[in-house]
């Protein structure tokens, strides 16, 4: 079955920072993954998507970029962070049915 | 990518009640989605609706794919306190960027 990682679990940085959040996948191949952002609970957004390695597409311009290093590896990375990358990042994958990993807790102060 | 109405934004219910939720949209989309979340963790998939006017079970829970492919309905049977939680509809019109709406939030009183 399909595996879903993320690390670390919660996070709490000081604005200007950089960041590195990591999913990794186990349980199959050439996945789909993405990159979502929660901010209060509600409303997930969709930041980056990624169909196979070094394929990104970003959906909202922003302050973050992402990378996919090896085929079961997605990354998001900030440079500098600001207070309102604050949020729960969740990776995800698949096609059509798209599965959530646990999420990464952000907190810039 | 666009916003999904959906509602209620939340509900309170007695346990064995029955609840209903729904979601609209403007533009038509090819497959819908529905998902919960519990505090502090990821979406779970609840059930996948691909074809309109199709009816799908997922034990107590029931997902419809509405006609016009505009909007889509979530039912709850005989709810129980494990149901409490964020409800997410989720819209896909075409390639693979979900559209989500803004949760409906239940919570179920024993």
């Known amino acids: 079955s399909q595996t879903i990682h993320q690390w670390p679990a919660t996070l709490v940085q000081p604005v200007g920072s950089p960041l590195s959040l990591e999913c990794t996948v186990e349980?199959?191949?050439?996945?789909?993954l993405y990159w979502y952002r929660q901010a209060a609970g509600r409303g997930l957004q969709l930041l980056f998507y990624?169909?196979?390695?070094?394929?990104i597409s970003s959906e909202v311009p922003q302050n973050l970029s992402a990378s996919r290093p090896q085929d079961r590896q997605f990354i998001l990375s900030s440079k500098k962070l600001l207070l309102s990358d604050s949020g729960f990042y969740l990776c995800?994958?698949?096609?059509?049915?798209?599965?959530f990993g646990p999420g990464t807790r952000l907190t810039v102060t | 990518g666009q916003q999904l109405n959906q509602s209620p934004q939340s509900m309170f219910i007695q346990e064995g009640e029955d609840v209903s939720m729904n979601c609209t949209s403007s533009s038509i989309f090819n497959t819908w989605l529905w998902y919960k979340q519990d505090p502090g963790e990821g979406p779970v998939l609840l059930i996948a609706l691909y074809k309109a006017g199709e009816l799908t079970s997922n034990g107590r829970l029931t997902a419809q794919f509405g006609i016009t492919r505009k909007d889509s309905f979530l039912n709850i049977s005989a709810s129980i306190p494990s149901d409490v939680g964020i409800y997410f509809c989720a819209g896909l019109p075409s390639g693979y960027a979900l559209n989500f709406g803004k949760g409906t939030s239940l919570l179920v009183t024993p």
């Open positions: 349980g199959t191949s050439n996945p789909n």
């Open positions: 995800a994958l698949g096609a059509y049915e798209q599965y």
């Open positions: 990624s169909v196979g390695i070094g394929q």
